[in-house]
């Protein structure tokens, strides 16, 4: 059954419950108190403070202390309410657009959608013998001081076929660049789809990896061998259309966040994205 605003709102009607569900994650398990040692130590939470104190020392925990929530006083029930919008947008939500629909500032909107992308960033490994990994980089068109759009940054993605997505902005697009990003994201042995980019025929790679390619230059896109990189260029236009539509311009200094962020839509797009946010957001950074 599908996760709506109605049931969010319902599950979080307020801060006090936001906070309660912050400390339960983080330190629900706390068999006894970390000051006095108490086992089976109570917390109680501390009216007109976002925190709870120990019953029998007075020890004082804050849930949102090394969150995305610290520092900020935007009430709690806000940034769920932004959460859930971030987590149901399938092509992105501008500042404006979640200035909107919250009812915050703009200032505030901004914060809290780079925040947000914070908890989107995923750094495990892909692949493992005889799963394609297809490999592809595009050039984004980006903001530079001015609002000239006459920049393009490349990005470079890893992409499990049937899995997960990785990505990364590089300086260049180069061996240099592209080949250190392959070793940190596909496991040693995985079978690499690329095309037929000299950047991908390197020592390292052949060494490390089964890689084949794709001749896009002879307007071949699958080859007998069943080698292709459609997949990764189809993330990449969903991409792409998206930041167009959406956010319509982005700065090259953001551009490694929008592109976790698509990462983590297609990642987990059959998981309840809202839940596994607030379980991240719930963890100190």
């Not at 029930?77 to 992105?92: D, P």
């Not at 001081?145 to 993605?157: C, E, F, W």
């Not at 002879?218 to 260029?233: C, L, M, Q, S, Y």
Request: positive net charge; aromatic residues 12%.
């Amino acid at each position: 059954m599908r996760y709506t605003l109605e049931d969010m709102q319902t599950q979080f009607p307020n801060d006090k419950v936001c906070l309660q569900f912050l400390f339960d994650r983080r330190y629900g398990i706390i068999k006894t108190c970390p000051n006095c040692g108490i086992i089976g130590a109570k917390f109680y939470r501390i009216k007109k403070r976002m925190a709870f104190e120990c019953k029998d020392c007075k020890h004082q925990v804050y849930p949102l202390a090394g969150t995305i929530f610290e520092k900020s006083t935007t009430p709690l029930r806000y940034w769920w309410h932004a959460i859930y919008e971030f987590s149901v947008s399938k092509n992105g939500m501008s500042a404006k657009e979640l200035q909107r629909k919250v009812e915050v500032s703009y200032k505030t909107a901004h914060r809290m959608e780079k925040m947000i992308r914070l908890l989107m960033f995923e750094h495990e490994r892909l692949g493992d013998l005889g799963t394609p990994i297809e490999v592809d980089e595009v050039f984004m068109p980006v903001n530079e001081k001015g609002g000239q759009r006459d920049n393009k940054t490349p990005v470079i993605a890893a992409f499990e076929v049937g899995g997960h997505v990785r990505t990364q902005v590089i300086p260049r697009a180069t061996s240099k660049h592209a080949v250190p990003f392959i070793e940190a994201n596909v496991r040693v042995g995985s079978t690499l789809h690329t095309d037929e980019s000299k950047i991908y025929k390197t020592h390292k790679v052949k060494a490390f990896y089964n890689h084949d390619s794709v001749r896009h230059i002879a307007k071949e896109f699958v080859n007998k061998r069943g080698v292709t990189t459609n997949h990764v260029e189809s993330f990449f236009g969903q991409f792409r259309r998206s930041v167009d539509g959406s956010y319509h311009s982005i700065s090259e200094h953001y551009l490694a966040s929008y592109a976790a962020e698509f990462s983590y839509r297609l990642n987990h797009r059959h998981e309840p994205i809202f839940q596994l946010l607030l379980a991240k957001a719930a963890k100190r950074a």
